[in-house]
């Protein structure tokens, strides 16, 4: 079950109120969650329940996502604005330091979040932020071209195509390696979500700068890359190995850019591992080839 809770950000222009939907469940070390661009904390349903098994699990909708509403003023999108936001978050709900992992612009997010000193581990899947001005350019692309094509749909169009694997294949076939497992239900709401959400035009404007250079000393950090990924293509895994030399870096065979639904035993070993100990991790990697 969705729950919303609310806390107050200080801005520019004072304090302000914001608030966040969310969903929490299992028992353990806390493990928050943080979906892509456009997609909403349903994007974890297939690993939810295997990832609490052995962590206390929060999933969010980010703010201006799925059902949580925007920012307030004076408030931006960009990475200054949102990761003390989720800081709030944490301390509105509890928790301290977190293991955090995070999908596409989750993994970004959740890369920042450990560079404000907010996490006690990092798993990132796909994460935004290590591509080159063409690359980031062809992503971007992608990006507004789903959106575009989420908007002009009428929702019997979007629930037709949802019940068949062609349809489906070709509503979400840039972020899933197979898309015919999604079921229908996912993904008329995930549809509706790219189409509804009102952080995505600022989030993805304040993309445009950004670029991970910086290495993470003593965290543990891993990196996963599907081998599919359309999006995000997995030469930028390397990259980010290069900029995070300590990061373990993980291969996801047969994954799309958002691999919990492809491979989701996989993936919640992936997530479990990195929220290890160092060492038990290490012996878990799998190198990205």
Known sequence: MTAEVSFTIDTPRGSRSASVAYRRRGSGEPLLLLHGIGHHLQAWDPVFDLLAADREVIAVDLPGFGVSPGLPDGVSYDLAGVVPVLGALCEALGVDRPHVAGNSLGGLLALEMARAGLVRSVTALSPAGFWTPAE???AFAMLRTMR???MVLPLPVIERLSRTAAGRTALTSTIYARPGRRSPEAVVAETLALCEAPGFAE???AGQDVLITEDLPGL???VAWGSKDRLLLRRQGVRAKHAIPGARLVRLPG???VPMN???ALVARVILDGSRP???AVRATARLG
Request: net charge negative; with cysteine; proline share 10%.
């Open 136 to 138: 980031r350019q062809y």
């Open 148 to 150: 575009q094509v989420a």
């Open 203 to 205: 989030t993805l404007a």
């Open 220 to 222: 543990p950090v891993t």
């Open 255 to 257: 994954c799309g850019h």
């Open 262 to 264: 492809d491979d989701p």
């Open 278 to 280: 160092v060492g038990a």
